[in-house]
């Protein structure tokens, strides 16, 4: 979630091997949150980074969450589902270049 809205992977600007960087995970390394994330997507991510794996939410309540906020946005700003959400921009410039590149017209 935190790649698709920012854009961009996850660690991508250091220079770990993959056991480096499962290490630093591992001890709490986490991307950062920036402040154009709704309140609920932090709050989603942070729960789906706890420590303790017990505590992380399942995968039918994150779609239940997705969904919810979704529908709760569509409504807060007069799209339904039929209409592109022109309102979403994402933090890496380049990133949604690709991403209109591969959206069919």
């Not at 960087?21 to 390394?29: D, E, T, Y």
């Not at 609920?40 to 309540?61: G, I, K, N, Q, Y």
């Not at 969450?65 to 890496?92: H, M, P, Y």
């Amino acid at each position: 979630m935190w790649a698709l809205w920012m854009g961009t992977e996850p660690y991508s600007n250091m220079r770990l091997n993959p056991f480096q960087l499962m290490a630093r995970v591992s001890v709490g390394l986490r991307p950062p949150l920036v402040p154009s994330m709704p309140p609920w997507l932090t709050s989603l991510l942070r729960e789906c980074w706890h420590a303790e794996p017990h505590r992380r939410p399942s995968f039918d309540v994150i779609v239940k969450t997705l969904e919810k906020n979704d529908s709760q946005d569509r409504l807060d700003n007069g799209r339904d589902g039929s209409q592109r959400a022109d309102s979403f921009e994402l933090e890496n410039p380049s990133a949604k270049h690709r991403l209109e590149e591969s959206i069919p017209e």
